[in-house]
T-cell receptor, first 112, second 114 residues
Framework: AQSVTQLGSHVSVSEGALVLLRCNYS??????LFWYVQYPNQGLQLLLK??????LVKGINGFEAEFKKSETSFHLTKPSAHMSDAAEYFC??????????FGKGTRLSVIA | EAQVTQNPRYLITVTGKKLTVTCSQN?????MSWYRQDPGLGLRQIYY???????DKGDVPEGYKVSRKEKRNFPLILESPSPNQTSLYFC?????????????FGPGTRLTVT
């Protein structure tokens, strides 16, 4: 069975600081990994996805994530936080033909 | 515009009164799914469908029904809603091949059962 653990239900950073949201996964077969973002009162939208090509994946709004098989991690980063990045972020894993399994989410706050 | 639509967006109802939340997508996606989102629990899958007339239980199917008579529509039915089904519900769709294709989400339906 697959699972996703997002470390930290709430992360707070200053505007302009590095954003690091952590995601570790468990999968018995090579995984596909996703990061989604949910802005207040909206649905989820895809930030980026790893599908066994390049291990460093670039997404929208300056976010990127690196797949590290040895660490079973897929952490999300952004060099400089912007106020508009405040949202909830979900990591998700899928493999084979199994439905996406989501982590519990991390709420990102950006302080001016 | 490619999208997933849900109706209604907000619903307040009473225990036991049957309700249906509609979901429709215009992307010709084979796969559709329903999730509920609760504070501290993240997204949990209720039901999913790989294609017309093919549905499967997710992690939390109790108290819900679905049907997939047409490719574009995937309604969620609560035959006898209870207060523990108060939640934010999302419908999503994707091309088949769940693994590598992103899921597109609807805007959500906030349900309150009193």
């Amino acid at each position: 069975a697959q699972s996703v653990t997002q470390l930290g239900s709430h992360v707070s950073v200053s505007e302009g600081a590095l954003v690091l949201l952590r995601c570790n996964y468990s999968s018995s077969v090579p995984p596909y990994l996703f990061w989604y973002v949910q802005y207040p009162n909206q649905g989820l939208q895809l930030l980026l996805k790893y599908t066994s090509a390049a291990t460093l994946v670039k997404g929208i709004n300056g976010f990127e994530a690196e797949f590290k098989k040895s660490e079973t991690s897929f952490h999300l980063t952004k060099p400089s936080a912007h106020m508009s990045d405040a949202a909830e972020y979900f990591c998700a894993v899928s493999s084979g033909n199994t439905p996406l399994v989501f982590g519990k989410g991390t709420r990102l706050s950006v302080i001016a | 515009e490619a999208q997933v639509t849900q109706n209604p967006r907000y619903l307040i109802t009473v225990t036991g009164k049957k309700l249906t939340v509609t979901c429709s997508q215009n992307m010709n996606h084979e796969y559709m799914s329903w999730y509920r989102q609760d504070p501290g629990l993240g997204l949990r899958q209720i039901y999913y469908s790989m294609n017309v007339e093919v549905t499967d239980k997710g992690d939390v199917p109790e108290g819900y029904k679905v049907s997939r008579k047409e490719k574009r529509n995937f309604p969620l039915i609560l035959e006898s809603p209870s207060p523990n089904q108060t939640s934010l519900y999302f419908c999503a769709s994707s091309l088949i091949g769940l693994s590598s294709y992103e899921q597109y989400f609807g805007p959500g339906t906030r349900l309150t059962v009193t």
